[in-house]
């Protein structure tokens, strides 16, 4: 087990007051709470905060972490907490039922000071009755997903309480259906499968928030997906018909003639699939060939020579 | 460690769901009926047709999650309503914004 310095999660000095670690915690928790961060380990952050407050905001448990770390010497791999280490405190935890599940979210090394008699910091409201908890977790799926629905398992780890009283770590594996036609950002709610409720409660449910791994062709808004399609000079002057890719297979595009560098066009319905399916846009790019051959390169000139009237620039007065 | 695997669920999409009443909405989000009508007077929610009376009221289903955030913010950041009500609108501006840069960037 690793030894946590709540003190360097929080940033502050030993010789903290409890003022000063309020207003720490408030300050690293506002940066890191998974609703207003966009940093990527700001959920694991938060809760890793959130269990240094925890622990540092009671001056009991702050007392019995400082002696512990008195002990523990920097450079030392395993930590296990001296067999005498709760003597003569006594706790005050928060409730021993339906919140309990919360300290899951807490490490090891927490739990195996403080387990079994705190009350959980994460996870929102205390419930008045006996429901469970709803649960949120993030599915991270391809846009192609999207377009045509698919499974995926999801392994969750909750804590429940062993035989022992003592707070034990279950994974469980859900397989989940992914709907067609799923935007970005929006959740399915799965009933029953949040924490369980106590005695006669009915478990909580589990939200997934749908995200989707960067695609390196396409980009989504909402149903709505873009490609930015590269054609060639003569492709973009004399007009074509090209095959471009979209999430739902190969298609014929028909380049109109004198199409310029950044025409958008739109494939009506060929975004999501929904009841009213999103659109699919291209963004036309003209790319030139890298070197010119001496007869292209006379060509091109030939052309200068022919359109020579042509000035782009007339908007621009010169 | 227990593992276990259960059959294919399948779960409705939240926001989807256009018909989720004043008493689900309390139910899926575990407040009070006051509690919600408070996040209506700060216009967290808002009913699709805010006249009615409340037992007829109708929410689209982006409320739940709106209201659960909500709920997380007050209570981890220790921030009162008309707080958390600021805080959402930052953030739905913040998002959108980050959503106009992402679809103008060009790589």
Partial sequence: MEYKDYYKVMGIGKEATQAEIKRAFRKLARKYHPDVSKEKDAEDKFKEVGEAYEVLKDPKKRAVYDQLGANWKSGQAGFEPPPDWDAGFEFHGGTQTGDQANAADFSDFFASLFGQQTGGFQGSHQARH??????????????????????????????????????EIKSRTLNIKIPKGIKEGQNIRLQGQGSPGTAEGKAGDLYLKIEFNPHPNYKVKGLDVSLELPITPWEAMLGAKVQIPTPAG????????????????RLKGRGIPAKIAGDFYITLEIILPDKL???????????????GSFNPRVKLGV | MKNEITRLLSGAIVEEDSHVSFNQLCHCCSLSEEQIISMIEHGIIEPLEPLLTTSYWQFSGDCIIRIQTAVRLQHDLEINLAGTALALELLDEIRNLRQQVKSLQRD
């Fill in chain 1, 130 to 167: 006996t429901r469970g908890e709803d649960s949120h977790t993030k599915v991270f799926i391809d846009l192609e997903d999207a377009y045509h629905g698919a499974s995926r398992n999801l392994t969750l780890r909750t804590s429940v309480l062993g035989a022992d009283g003592r707070p």
């Fill in chain 1, 250 to 265: 190969k298609v014929d595009l028909t380049i109109p003639a004198a199409s310029s560098s950044g025409k958008r066009m």
């Fill in chain 1, 293 to 307: 051959n001496e007869r292209e390169k006379s060509l091109y000139q030939a052309l200068q020579q022919e359109s």
